[in-house]
T-cell receptor, first 115, second 116 residues
Framework: GAGVSQSPSNKVTEKGKDVELRCDPISGHTALYWYRQSLGQGLEFLIYFQGNSAPDKSGLPSDRFSAERTGGSVSTLTIQRTQQEDSAVYLC?????????????FGPGTRLTVL | AQKVTQAQTEISVVEKEDVTLDCVYETRDTTYYLFWYKQPPSGELVFLIRRNSFDEQNEISGRYSWNFQKSTSSFNFTITASQVVDSAVYFC?????????????FGQGTILTVHP
């Protein structure tokens, strides 16, 4: 079956612009996670969705970052007024349930470059 | 707070050598899961193995094996008879069993290069 897909694969934007990153999880997976991978910080958790609600947003670095999930499926991560330090690869993952047992399946990521 | 440390930044071996990747973790939870993920040049993280905190039995799966020791908070991963296709970044990760909802805390990653 289809894996986790993300779009766009690459995004180049100018400082101050808003960007939207999209994630399509594996069908039937109720849990969805966003992570960020950058040279300086490694792989960091951003936010977790169970269905359409986000019980854990603790990893969002600032109020410029927001995310939503609709229909228990697609999720969008929005970064407003992008800064150069936002440049990173944004990874989405899904799992059957939001538990520590379930393995997460990762998408290919969106590479964001802020000029 | 939870923490995962992979002390080896880069490892270089020649094909057919065995290689062990080290991982040390910190957590206050008594229930947790440890994972190893592989990130090939394509960028997609691939799940390799999982172990829960109550099962210290070490196992072998094909060319992969792992050594989980709670006494030293270590979860080391070994690739036997390495191949060029094993070249990738390997991440050790921890998921706490409380209200973490499966959130993963990753180590910094170890870059493995296998030369022909």
């Amino acid at each position: 079956g289809a894996g986790v897909s993300q779009s766009p694969s690459n995004k180049v934007t100018e400082k101050g612009k808003d960007v939207e990153l999209r994630c399509d999880p594996i069908s039937g997976h109720t849990a969805l996670y966003w992570y960020r991978q950058s040279l300086g910080q490694g792989l960091e958790f951003l936010i977790y969705f169970q269905g359409n609600s986000a019980p854990d947003k603790s990893g969002l670095p600032s109020d410029r970052f927001s995310a939503e999930r609709t229909g228990g499926s697609v999720s969008t991560l929005t970064i407003q007024r992008t800064q150069q330090e936002d440049s990173a690869v944004y990874l989405c993952a899904s799992s059957l349930k939001g538990s520590s047992y379930n393995e997460q399946f990762f998408g290919p990521g969106t590479r964001l470059t802020v000029l | 707070a939870q923490k995962v440390t992979q002390a080896q930044t880069e490892i270089s071996v020649v094909e057919k050598e065995d290689v062990t990747l080290d991982c040390v973790y910190e957590t206050r939870d008594t229930t947790y899961y440890l994972f190893w993920y592989k990130q090939p040049p394509s960028g997609e993280l691939v799940f390799l193995i999982r172990r829960n905190s109550f099962d210290e039995q070490n196992e072998i799966s094909g060319r992969y094996s792992w050594n989980f020791q709670k006494s030293t908070s270590s979860f080391n991963f070994t690739i036997t008879a390495s191949q060029v296709v094993d070249s990738a970044v390997y991440f050790c990760a921890l998921s706490e069993g409380g209200t973490s909802y499966g959130k993963l805390t990753f180590g910094q990653g170890t870059i493995l290069t296998v030369h022909p």
